[in-house]
């Protein structure tokens, strides 16, 4: 994939959304949270929105360009688009549904319907009426349906969102093999961390009507560009800091009272005050009266706030002179009998304290 | 009784005319009103519903103005076209047409209003062109409600009087309905007429109105 949005600004509520992007995928994600600009940007990318300024251009068609008044119509732009309903056509059979974009097998690079039905699991369901189907089987439709289209670019604005959790267990092998199989680029809208990780190379976190960040997902997830960013992507210990001195390639920063060690490499020079984050599952708990002796640079004396189920796991709340969140297993906590007012050290590797610049967000 | 038959078959050709002549007009309409803003919209929206509010006299009268000997589309009618209307057949047709067309165009507006836009804009991503997409997604979501606003639109042309009375006049074999004979035959006293032409009318209001929820019910999805 080759999309590039360029300088597209569109009105949408009271402010101003505002996307300078150029996604090169093979399947990227649009993270974020909701209002943030997402269906947006999709609808913008499938022509069914006009920016009011901008280009848009999917490897060498261009969609949309408004100094020149062009705008290509979303029939002539050969995507694939899946909304977050499905939005089946009810008054066609799933047969008809399939059918009503499909392009001769041919130009479709041997996309038939028969392919995309067993690629789906469609082939019982090909004559029934879309109003007996479950959510899942509709979003499946909706995903062959787009398929058959034999797009340039699919466009998923959240396929899982109105199934429940079983449901979505079972789509998301389907969606794996889409990408997988048929090799065609997707753009896929999410605000659940795991859809991202299973199936996006490439993740834009959108935070108020911008792209705040792009890149590869892992990357986004473990270096979150700042602290909005870390934020939207669930980091659960995000601290406004001073940047006190350089050891080595190292940084120490004061957060509190306290002193932590991070990577000097991500901070540009000049920078003073920065933002720490760490996530809950880089945070080790040693239940000790003394530092423990450990490879972690930073050991830090703390006292056990509270402790939370989080789905099979526990997050414990840290005062370590600033809240800190650690995430440890149900067996983890019962071995060391952890509970509210223990004294514990927190061990945190110096490469999972994450430095970034800026202040926090308002 | 030939003339009974005669006028029974008038009044039904002169309300299918009418019904056809507004149709693709009226569904343009209807769906311009639930799917776009464009400048004269409210004005427009007024004009089409001001038949169903002022008497159908007044109406009957507006038009007679208009299509008269010196009225401007009269005389447009005549010079241009070579029609002559007020008092004739066509007469007939114009107004129980006009006065039908605001139920057509609030019933087309309703039924668009219901389809979500959501469908076409798919349909659009698919390939479909604005037409198509209207005639393969669009229509068929609305035709219930279409088909509602066409009986609705037709039994008003069936039963119009008022305006068609100003309009045609009562000249027997050129523009007598059931409306208009049943007014007349009792002004003459001729009960048993009046009767028989009620039943009539009674009968096509009737089955308009069947043949309307045998339509709904075919195939309903």
Same mark, same amino acid.
């Given at each position: 994939?080759?999309?590039?949005?360029?300088?597209?600004?569109?009105?949408?509520?009271?402010?101003?959304?505002?996307?300078?992007?150029?996604?090169?995928?093979?399947?990227?994600?649009?993270?974020?949270?909701?209002?943030?600009?997402?269906?947006?940007?999709?609808?913008?990318?499938?022509?069914?929105?006009?920016?009011?300024?901008?280009?848009?251009?999917?490897?060498?068609?261009?969609?949309?360009?408004?100094?020149?008044?062009?705008?290509?119509?979303?029939?002539?732009?050969?995507?694939?688009?899946?909304?977050?309903?499905?939005?089946?056509?009810?008054?066609?059979?799933? $047969?008809?549904?399939?059918?009503?974009?499909?392009?001769?097998?041919?130009?479709?690079?041997?996309?038939?319907?028969?392919? &995309?039905?067993?690629?789906?699991?469609?082939?019982?369901?090909?004559?029934?009426?879309?109003?007996?189907?479950?959510?899942?089987?509709?979003?499946?439709?909706?995903?062959?349906?787009?398929?058959?289209?034999?797009?340039?670019?699919?466009?998923?604005?959240?396929?899982?969102?109105?199934?429940?959790?079983?449901?979505? $267990?079972?789509?998301?092998?389907?969606?794996?093999?889409?990408?997988?199989?048929?090799?065609? @680029?997707?753009?896929?809208?999410?605000?659940?961390?795991?859809?991202?990780?299973?199936?996006?190379?490439?993740?834009?976190?959108?935070?108020?009507?911008?792209?705040?960040?792009?890149?590869?997902?892992?990357?986004?997830?473990?270096?979150?560009?700042?602290?909005?960013?870390?934020?939207?992507?669930?980091?659960?210990?995000?601290?406004?800091?001073?940047?006190?001195?350089?050891?080595?390639?190292?940084?120490?920063?004061?957060?509190?009272?306290?002193?932590?060690?991070?990577?000097?490499?991500?901070?540009?020079?000049?920078?003073?005050?920065?933002?720490?984050?760490?996530?809950?599952?880089?945070?080790?708990?040693?239940?000790?009266?003394? @530092?423990?002796?450990?490879?972690?640079?930073?050991?830090?004396?703390?006292?056990?706030?509270?402790?939370?189920?989080?789905?099979?796991?526990?997050?414990?709340?840290?005062? &370590?002179?600033?809240?800190?969140?650690?995430?440890?297993?149900?067996?983890?906590?019962? $071995?060391? $009998?952890?509970?509210?007012?223990?004294?514990?050290?927190?061990? &945190?590797?110096?490469?999972?304290?994450?430095?970034?610049?800026?202040?926090?967000?308002? | 009784?030939?003339?009974?038959?005669?006028?029974?078959?008038?009044?039904?050709?002169?309300?299918?005319?009418?019904?056809?002549?507004?149709?693709?007009?009226?569904?343009?309409?209807?769906?311009?009103?639930?799917?776009?803003?464009?400048?004269?919209?409210?004005?427009?929206?007024?004009?089409?519903?001001?038949?169903?509010?002022?008497?159908?006299?007044?109406?009957?009268?507006?038009?007679?103005?208009?299509?008269?000997?010196?009225?401007?589309?009269?005389?447009?009618?005549?010079?241009?076209?070579?029609?002559?209307?007020?008092?004739?057949?066509?007469?007939?047709?114009?107004?129980?047409?006009?006065?039908?067309?605001?139920?057509?165009?609030?019933?087309?507006?309703?039924?668009?209003?219901?389809?979500?836009?959501?469908?076409?804009?798919?349909?659009?991503?698919?390939?479909?062109?604005?037409?198509?997409?209207?005639?393969?997604?669009?229509?068929?979501?609305?035709?219930?409600?279409?088909?509602?606003?066409?009986?609705?639109?037709?039994?008003?042309?069936?039963?119009?009087?008022?305006?068609?009375?100003?309009?045609?006049?009562?000249?027997?074999?050129?523009?007598?309905?059931?409306?208009?004979?049943?007014?007349?035959?009792?002004?003459?006293?001729?009960?048993?007429?009046?009767?028989?032409?009620?039943?009539?009318?009674?009968?096509?209001?009737?089955?308009?109105?069947?043949?309307?929820?045998?339509?709904?019910?075919?195939?309903?999805?």
């Amino acid at each position: 994939m080759n999309l590039l949005l360029e300088d597209v600004v569109v009105a949408a509520g009271d402010h101003p959304l505002h996307f300078n992007a150029h996604f090169t995928g093979p399947s990227t994600g649009l993270f974020g949270p909701s209002g943030a600009g997402k269906t947006t940007l999709i609808e913008l990318v499938a022509g069914l929105r006009r920016p009011e300024r901008g280009r848009i251009v999917l490897d060498d068609v261009v969609f949309c360009d408004v100094a020149r008044g062009w705008h290509l119509p979303p029939e002539h732009r050969r995507l694939g688009y899946v909304p977050q309903d499905g939005a089946l056509f009810p008054h066609l059979s799933v $047969e008809g549904n399939l059918r009503y974009g499909a392009r001769p097998a041919a130009r479709a690079g041997q996309l038939a319907l028969s392919h &995309v039905c067993a690629l789906l699991g469609l082939e019982t369901l090909r004559a029934r009426p879309v109003a007996t189907l479950s959510g899942g089987e509709q979003q499946r439709v909706a995903i062959g349906r787009a398929l058959l289209a034999a797009p340039r670019l699919l466009l998923f604005d959240e396929p899982l969102t109105s199934l429940d959790a079983s449901r979505k $267990e079972t789509l998301l092998p389907y969606l794996r093999r889409v990408r997988d199989a048929l090799r065609v @680029p997707l753009l896929y809208v999410s605000h659940a961390p795991a859809e991202v990780q299973a199936l996006c190379d490439e993740l834009a976190v959108l935070a108020d009507g911008r792209i705040a960040q792009l890149g590869p997902t892992t990357e986004v997830f473990r270096r979150p560009a700042d602290a909005a960013v870390a934020r939207i992507v669930g980091v659960e210990t995000v601290h406004p800091a001073r940047l006190r001195e350089f050891v080595g390639a190292l940084a120490a920063v004061q957060v509190g009272p306290t002193r932590l060690l991070g990577l000097a490499d991500q901070l540009p020079a000049g920078t003073d005050e920065v933002m720490v984050s760490i996530r809950a599952d880089d945070v080790m708990v040693v239940k000790s009266a003394t @530092p423990p002796p450990a490879s972690a640079r930073n050991r830090l004396p703390a006292v056990v706030r509270d402790i939370t189920c989080e789905g099979a796991g526990r997050r414990v709340e840290l005062d &370590v002179g600033f809240p800190l969140a650690a995430r440890l297993t149900p067996q983890a906590v019962a $071995e060391l $009998e952890l509970a509210v007012g223990s004294p514990v050290y927190a061990l &945190v590797k110096v490469s999972a304290v994450h430095l970034m610049p800026g202040t926090l967000p308002s | 009784m030939p003339d009974l038959l005669r006028i029974t078959l008038f009044t039904l050709g002169v309300a299918t005319l009418a019904t056809l002549l507004i149709l693709p007009g009226g569904v343009a309409l209807g769906w311009l009103l639930a799917r776009r803003q464009w400048r004269g919209k409210v004005i427009v929206e007024t004009l089409v519903a001001l038949p169903l509010v002022v008497p159908p006299v007044a109406t009957g009268l507006v038009l007679l103005k208009l299509f008269g000997r010196r009225g401007p589309l009269g005389v447009f009618c005549e010079r241009v076209l070579g029609l002559e209307i007020v008092f004739t057949w066509k007469a007939v047709v114009l107004a129980t047409a006009v006065m039908a067309l605001p139920l057509l165009v609030r019933a087309a507006r309703v039924a668009f209003e219901e389809v979500p836009p959501r469908f076409e804009q798919v349909a659009r991503t698919l390939g479909a062109g604005p037409w198509r997409a209207f005639f393969t997604i669009t229509l068929p979501l609305a035709r219930r409600g279409l088909l509602a606003g066409v009986v609705l639109a037709f039994a008003r042309a069936l039963g119009e009087f008022g305006a068609t009375i100003m309009l045609a006049g009562y000249i027997p074999g050129e523009t007598i309905t059931l409306a208009l004979d049943i007014y007349h035959q009792v002004q003459l006293g001729h009960d048993a007429a009046a009767g028989g032409l009620l039943a009539v009318s009674v009968g096509l209001a009737f089955g308009a109105l069947a043949l309307s929820e045998w339509l709904l019910r075919r195939k309903q999805p």
